[in-house]
C-alpha cells in the first residue's frame, strides 16, 4: 500500500463500502451436517452413512454464552448458506477498509 496514492486508497474504500452485503441478509454462525441412525434393524442407514443430511445452525448470541443449537430445513438451506457467506464477506471487506484507514492516518491524511 506504500506506493499507492492516498486517492485510491479513498477509491478502493468507497468501492468496498458500496459493494457491502445487505446488512440484513447476514448471519453469524457456522453449519452443522449429521446424518443419523434410526436404530431399525432393517433400515438402509445401518450399512450407509445414516438419515440425513440433517442440518443444525450454530450461533452464539454473546461472548462467554454456550453455542445454540437450531435446526435448518433442506428448503432453507441455500438462503442460510448465503447468509452465512455475507457474514464471512462483510468480515474480510471491514478488514480491508479498516486497514485503508489506517494507512490513511499513518500518512496523516484526512479520513474523509
Given at each position: ?20 452485503p445487505p446488512l440484513e441478509q447476514i ?37 462467554g454464552d454456550r453455542a445454540r443449537l ?19 464477506k462483510l468480515q474480510e471487506m471491514l ?18
Open positions: 500500500m506504500n506506493n499507492v496514492s492516498s486517492a485510491a486508497l479513498r477509491r478502493r474504500r468507497q468501492q468496498l463500502v458500496r459493494a457491502l448471519i453469524r454462525g457456522s453449519l452443522i451436517e449429521t446424518y443419523k441412525r434410526c436404530g431399525r434393524s432393517s433400515c438402509h442407514c445401518n450399512n450407509g452413512p445414516g438419515h440425513g443430511p440433517k442440518r443444525y445452525l450454530s450461533t452464539v448470541a454473546r461472548t437450531g435446526y435448518v430445513p433442506n428448503a432453507t438451506y441455500p438462503q442460510v448458506a448465503d447468509f452465512l457467506a455475507n457474514y464471512r478488514n480491508e477498509i479498516c486497514a485503508l484507514n489506517a494507512e490513511l492516518l499513518r500518512r496523516r491524511e484526512s479520513l474523509d
